[in-house]
């Protein structure tokens, strides 16, 4: 077991490079069972959430091949079931994408319900609405979906909700359905629009990707391809706010400052300095952070896989900000780890009131999901004295290199193996 080790205190300098968009990852490297050829996919962040879905495709049957640490090749034409291993699928959310693409290509996909982080209900029923629409019949079982069809046909599909992996899902499954698919009320995020881009460079027919009316129309046949995937917004923005809490003047790399405004917006009203170069933003940070008040919002909205991350801010901020949680349920369950270490935040259901302190100080802390995770590292880099961070895992999900990147940027961070008898091993 891994355990993070900081000593706060120290300003960030420097420069830091962002990997490939881990959420555009997750539903590109399961798009590709679709394919009739090889897709090469390029920029792929070397991040455990990768792992495992290509060790699912290689057991359903695919050549997956790493040509360097940030490229995959994907030959899917050995894939003869449309059954996915109960064992791995239940280790990661993005698992479901798995019935898209599998109804898709086979007409019937039987699929383990998702795990990944746990911070509230993960309803699929906007998926399987999708599926019915597009003719399809489910059946939920033992934790098991096995959806099936005769004959996927186009349909108008109006989502009650905007879900980013229900839109996924029927996207996958449309794009080689007979006739014009229409997804009202869709999600509009940054990896919606890559995943179209690449569907697109296969030869698929989807128009309309960053709006809320997505239209595809089904083609018979998608060719292989090669495809870069885009940054990572949620990485750059943890960086951003790393470098605004910790003060200093770090420089973030490969981003798409576009997809990043609502993140560099509210580090503005704090009083942060950010500017923007054509694949960079530099963040700025000597004075006092000011309280600002956030609600999460699906994209163009700011983004509820940043708000752990700034409440830490916040936490270091002068006065009182409130922040509404509006897209999960549960996901404050940081918080308790964020008091440890001195922070003044009281919840009540999705709201959560920060009374800014002084500072924070180093206690042992976990990382209770992904982003969750990143925030105690932040809180960590800030505290006075020493701080432990149990749980890693669930950072490495969706981090790549994370320990390493933070050294280069003047952060004191080490990684311990920790032994079953308590004692640890700095690596």
């Not at 997505?214 to 706010?241: F, N, W």
Request: aromatic share 6%.
């Amino acid at each position: 077991m891994d355990r993070f080790i900081i000593t706060g205190g120290n300003r960030l300098f420097g420069d830091v490079s962002i990997s490939g968009a881990k959420n555009a990852a997750v539903a590109i490297i399961p798009a590709a069972i679709l394919a009739d050829g090889v897709c090469r996919i390029e920029n792929v962040p070397n991040i455990n959430d990768v792992t495992i879905i290509a060790r699912i495709l290689r057991q359903m049957g695919a050549e997956v091949k790493s040509v360097n640490h940030s490229t995959l090749e994907i030959d899917p034409r050995p894939i003869v079931s449309p059954v996915a291993s109960y064992e791995q699928v239940h280790q990661m959310r993005a698992s479901y994408y798995l019935m898209g693409a599998l109804l898709g290509r086979f007409s019937r996909a039987v699929v383990a319900m998702p795990g990944g982080c746990d911070f509230g209900v993960r309803p699929i029923d906007q998926h399987l609405k999708g599926f019915a629409a597009l003719g399809a019949s489910y059946n939920l079982e033992g934790g098991i979906v096995d959806v099936k069809a005769d004959q996927l046909t186009g349909n108008n599909i109006y989502l009650d909700v905007v879900s980013v992996g229900a839109t996924v899902n029927i996207m996958l499954a449309a794009v080689k359905a007979r006739g014009l698919t229409v997804i009202e009320n869709a999600a509009k995020e940054p990896h919606i629009v890559d995943l179209a881009n690449f569907l697109n460079s296969m030869g698929a027919d989807v128009r309309g990707a960053g709006t809320d009316v997505i239209k595809i129309r089904g083609v018979s046949h998608l060719e292989g391809t090669t495809y870069s995937i885009i940054p990572d917004q949620i990485e750059a923005g943890t960086y951003m706010v790393a470098a605004a809490a910790a003060g200093g003047d770090v420089t973030v790399h490969n981003v798409i400052p576009k997809h990043l405004e609502s993140i560099t917006a509210k580090l503005e009203e704090m009083g942060v300095t950010v500017e923007e170069y054509d694949e960079a933003v530099r963040i700025v940070r000597d004075g006092p952070l000011n309280k600002c008040n956030i609600k999460t919002m699906p994209h163009p909205g700011f983004p509820t896989d940043m708000q752990p991350q700034f409440t830490v801010l916040l936490s270091i901020a002068n006065g009182t900000s409130i922040v509404n949680e509006s897209v999960w349920d549960y996901r404050y369950r940081y918080v308790d780890e964020l008091r440890r270490l001195g922070a003044q935040v009281s919840v009540d259901g999705k709201i959560a009131v920060i009374e800014g302190v002084k500072e924070l100080v180093g206690a042992p802390v976990r990382a209770t999901d992904l982003r969750a995770g990143a925030a105690m590292i932040i809180a960590g880099l800030v505290a006075r004295g020493t701080t432990q961070i149990d749980e890693v895992e669930h950072i490495e999900r969706g981090y790549e290199n994370i320990v390493e990147k933070f050294q280069a940027i003047g952060a004191d961070i080490r990684r311990t193996f920790v032994y079953e008898n308590s004692n640890s091993k700095a690596i």
